[in-house]
C-alpha cells in the first residue's frame, strides 16, 4: 500500500517536472519570438517596475537610506507647500503633483522606495499617480531637497471611520418629480451632513462617496466603506411608490441587509437606529426597517449598512419638505445623531 502511494507520487512529480520544463521551454521561445518581431524595440516598464529597478540600482550604489515608504526628490528649493497633494477616497488614487518640471523629470530624478499595497504606479510630467489597493492617508515630510511619504490606515488615525452616500448624481438623476431630482435633495442632505460632521470634535475620520454632482459606480459606492475599514456604511436616499404616481403615502423608511443580520452590530441595527434617530429629527411617519440585500451596494458592502429612505418625493407635502433647506438640515440633523449612537453602542 505504501509502496503504491510512493509510486503514485513519484508519478505526479515526474509528470509536474515534464508540464513545468514544457511551459518554460513554451514561454522561452514564445518571449524569443516577440523579441525577433519586434527588433530593438524594448517593452516598456511599468511604473512600478521602474520603482523597483531603480530602488534596486540605488540600494546597490548606497546612495540612499530612508525608513519611509517613498523618496521623491524635489526641484532644487522647492518646499512641501509648493507639492500638490490629492487623494480620491472613492478610486483610492493618490497624485502627487511637482510644478514646472520637464516631461523627463522622473527619468533623471527617479521616484524611490517599496512598492507594499501599490496597485499601480504612473509618473509623468512631474505627476505621479499611485493607485493604492485601499483608502490611505499620506503622511509627507521635506528633508534635504526630497519629499517622504508614508501611507496610513485611517483607523491608525481615527478612533472611529464612517463612509456616507449620497444616492445617483451626475448623469443618473434617480426619481425625478415635478422637475426634482432625487440625486439633488440626496446631496443637499449629505452637504449639510458633512457641516455637522465637520464641526465635531470627536476623532471620526468620515469618507464620502460624493460631495458634488458626479457618479460613482456602484461598485466603488459599495467598496468605499470596506476600503476605508470603515465602522458602517450609509447611503441616503429619496423615495417613490413603485408606479411613480403622486399619492398620499409618505414616511420614512430604513433598509438592511437581511442576510448578514446577525445579532449585534449588524445592518438591521444600525437600520433602526437610523430609522428612530431621522424620525425623531424630521416627525416623519416611521416606515420600519425592510430587506435591501437586493440592493447593489447593500448586498456588497463589507460593513455594516443602512439606505435610508427619508421621504416620498411621490407625496407632494413630503415633496416640499424634502426641497426645504431646513427639512434637508433636520433630516442631516437626525442622521448625525445616529452616527454619533451607533458609535456609542459600539459599532
Ligand atoms: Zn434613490
Known amino acids: ?67 519611509q515608504q517613498l523618496c521623491i526628490e524635489l526641484p532644487e528649493g522647492m518646499g512641501m507647500e509648493e507639492v500638490l497633494i490629492e487623494n480620491d477616497y472613492v478610486k483610492q488614487l493618490i497624485t502627487v503633483e511637482i510644478p514646472q518640471v520637464g516631461a523627463d523629470y522622473f527619468v533623471d530624478h527617479p521616484l524611490l522606495g517599496r512598492s507594499n499595497h501599490i496597485n499601480d504606479l504612473y509618473m509623468a510630467d512631474g505627476r505621479i499617480e499611485i493607485t493604492m489597493d485601499a483608502v490611505y492617508e499620506p503622511q509627507c515630510m521635506v528633508e534635504d531637497g526630497r519629499l517622504y511619504m508614508d501611507f496610513l490606515r485611517p483607523q491608525d488615525i481615527y478612533d472611529k471611520v464612517i463612509a456616507i452616500d449620497a444616492g445617483h448624481g451626475g448623469g443618473a438623476p434617480g426619481a425625478i418629480k415635478q422637475g426634482i431630482m432625487e440625486k439633488d435633495i440626496n446631496l443637499a442632505i449629505i452637504r449639510e451632513l458633512k457641516e455637522l460632521l465637520d464641526k465635531n470634535d470627536r ?112 407625496n407632494q407635502q413630503e415633496l416640499d419638505n424634502l426641497t426645504s433647506p431646513g427639512y434637508q438640515r433636520k433630516a442631516a440633523q437626525g442622521i448625525y445623531n445616529a452616527i454619533l449612537r451607533a458609535l456609542e453602542e459600539g459599532f
Not at 514544457?22 to 517593452?43: C, H, I, L, N
Not at 430604513?254 to 438591521?268: N, Q
Open 203 to 314: 476623532n471620526i475620520g468620515v469618507y464620502y462617496t460624493r460631495t458634488e454632482d458626479v457618479n460613482p459606480t456602484f461598485e466603488q459606492r459599495a467598496q468605499l466603506g470596506g476600503k476605508a475599514g470603515a465602522n458602517l456604511f450609509i447611503s441616503v436616499h429619496s423615495n417613490s411608490t413603485v408606479d411613480g404616481l403622486m399619492s398620499g403615502y409618505n414616511g420614512t423608511e430604513v433598509m438592511y441587509d437581511e442576510l448578514k443580520s446577525e445579532e449585534g452590530f449588524s445592518s438591521r441595527r444600525l437600520a433602526q437606529i437610523c430609522l428612530e434617530e431621522v424620525t425623531a429629527s424630521i416627525g416623519s411617519k416611521d416606515n420600519g426597517v425592510t430587506y435591501g440585500n437586493s440592493i447593489y451596494i447593500i448586498r456588497n458592502s463589507e460593513v455594516p449598512v443602512a439606505l435610508i429612505e427619508v421621504g416620498f418625493m411621490t
Open 1 to 67: 500500500m505504501e509502496s503504491k502511494i510512493l509510486k503514485f507520487s513519484s508519478l505526479c512529480l515526474a509528470i509536474m517536472i515534464v508540464v513545468s520544463a514544457a511551459f518554460m521551454y513554451y514561454t522561452d521561445t514564445y518571449g524569443q519570438e516577440r523579441y525577433k518581431q519586434q527588433p530593438g524595440q524594448q517593452e516598456e516598464m511599468s511604473g512600478l517596475q521602474m520603482l523597483e529597478y531603480y530602488t534596486e540600482q540605488a540600494e546597490e550604489s548606497d546612495e540612499v537610506e530612508f525608513e
